[in-house]
């Protein structure tokens, strides 16, 4: 597989080169969503699939539809003409490459750096595996070892969609054209075929994530790409969030991380301490809850509105 891996490898560069020197916008996301999936494919054969499913669902799948339809909401004449009448100077573009180039630099020395062997975080993990709850490292590290690095991403995908909310910037029309999922034949035909599969294997990856690749994360980004998926078939529309449901649900994996933390905070001397007893029930519990506020969450950051609902016939 030796060759299989180097041809990965040039292909990743090779990519990463056009993506980031690509003439127009669109022709850049498209590169960009093909690096993601380039990198999914090196992470599964450096035997990462945790991280492998993440960047494919989340890196290149949402990330780039969110991409195209900003690019296509920008796709005004006057957008197009402050794009194209922006240049940059010789000078510039060398300096963007050397900056580049020293934070590639950088990080190669960093990562030489790391401690090998039995110091290694990875190492530790697994030698202490037996206590996590779980069987599966991946899971150990995220919702028990460095369990408050994943609150905090939590707490950063709900500042994103503050924000998104707050700019007033939504990606779709509140109100669809009546063909939005009839333009042609095969629209609804795929989103009835692969958004019920979506979420079985969504809620598969979130199932599967105490004994095996999968989580909150990957499940709950599987989930959102058949929210999504709905929404560009027009199944689901933009709306105000009038009851607090949505409010609830999006607060809902924080508030149980944090209680759940501060709850065994007496029995174990510390925040998100779990006690043995309890650690795998409550490592479940907020999984389950962070994948909801996940999952809806990234739906409504493509959407740029409170809330969703079902589009009336």
């Not at 709900?158 to 910037?169: E, F, H, T, Y």
């Not at 499940?219 to 959102?224: D, Q």
Request: proline share 6%.
């Amino acid at each position: 597989m030796i060759v299989f891996d180097l041809l990965l490898l040039v292909t990743l560069v090779l990519v990463a080169w056009h993506c980031v020197t690509a003439a127009d916008m669109y022709r850049a996301i498209v590169l960009f969503i093909v690096l993601g999936f380039t990198l999914a494919l090196s992470w599964a054969r450096l035997g990462a699939p945790d991280v492998a499913l993440a960047e494919a669902a989340i890196g290149a799948g949402l990330l780039g539809v969110l991409l195209i339809a900003t690019w296509r909401a920008l796709g005004s004449p006057r957008s197009t003409a402050a794009d194209a009448a922006v240049q940059w100077s010789p000078t510039a573009r060398w300096a963007l490459r050397a900056g580049a180039a020293s934070v590639a630099l950088m990080i190669a020395v960093i990562l030489h750096q790391l401690p090998g062997g039995e110091d290694s975080g990875g190492a530790l993990a697994l030698a202490n595996l037996a206590d996590a709850g779980t069987s599966q490292p991946v899971t150990a590290v995220l919702l028990n070892f460095r369990a408050l690095d994943t609150l905090l991403e939590l707490v950063v995908l709900l500042m994103a969609l503050l924000g998104v909310i707050l700019a007033r910037a939504p990606l779709l029309p509140a109100q669809p054209a009546a063909d939005a999922s009839t333009h042609t034949p095969m629209t609804p035909a795929l989103v009835k075929l692969f958004a019920p599969l979506l979420m079985v294997a969504g809620a598969w990856l979130l199932w599967a994530g105490s004994h095996a690749p999968g989580g909150a994360f990957q499940g709950g980004a599987v989930i959102a790409g058949a929210g999504v998926l709905l929404a560009l078939g027009g199944r689901l529309q933009p709306a105000p969030d009038r009851g607090g449901v949505v409010r609830l649900l999006l607060a809902l994996g924080l508030v149980v991380f944090i209680t759940v933390g501060l709850l065994v905070m007496p029995e174990g001397d510390a925040f998100l301490a779990y006690p043995s007893a309890l650690t795998y029930p409550l490592m479940l519990l907020i999984e389950y809850c962070v994948a909801i506020s996940i999952a809806l969450a990234l739906i409504l950051i493509y959407t740029g509105t409170e809330g969703v609902r079902r589009r009336q016939p």
